[in-house]
Nanobody, 120 residues
Framework: QVHLVESGGGLVQPGGSLRLSCAAS????????GGWYRQAPGKQRELVAT???????DYSDSVKGRFTISRDNAKNTVYLQMNSLKPEDTAVYYC??????????????WGQGTQVIVSS
């Protein structure tokens, strides 16, 4: 069984920073690709950032230049460094990962979400 556990959310003032972590555990071989999504109240879930197996990254226009997605293969963890946060970044942030399991099958998994609130 595979689990994705997010951490690092919280309350931060505008202009501040947070780093979200998404750790995969269980019967895994590796994380093939990962991404962060967010969902604000009353809005649809949107893609924020992605990272591929060779660490190529992509970002939504709304966070480009402020957020950085990265990965640590040894820890099976994907990170989202968020700088210069704005009130409109307030949302529940979800990790999604395409994981190669110990039986060498590939599946998509979602984390449970972590709340980020940007407010003074």
């Amino acid at each position: 069984q595979v689990h994705l556990v997010e951490s690092g959310g919280g309350l931060v003032q505008p202009g501040g920073s947070l780093r979200l972590s998404c750790a995969a555990s269980g019967s895994i071989f590796s994380i093939n690709a990962g991404g962060w999504y967010r969902q604000a109240p009353g809005k649809q879930r949107e893609l924020v950032a992605t990272i591929t197996g060779d660490s190529s990254t992509d970002y939504s226009d709304s966070v480009k230049g402020r957020f950085t997605i990265s990965r640590d293969n040894a820890k099976n963890t994907v990170y989202l460094q968020m700088n210069s946060l704005k009130p409109e970044d307030t949302a529940v942030y979800y990790c999604n990962a395409r994981i190669i399991t110990a039986t060498l099958t590939t599946r998509q998994y979602w984390g449970q979400g972590t709340q980020v609130i940007v407010s003074s």
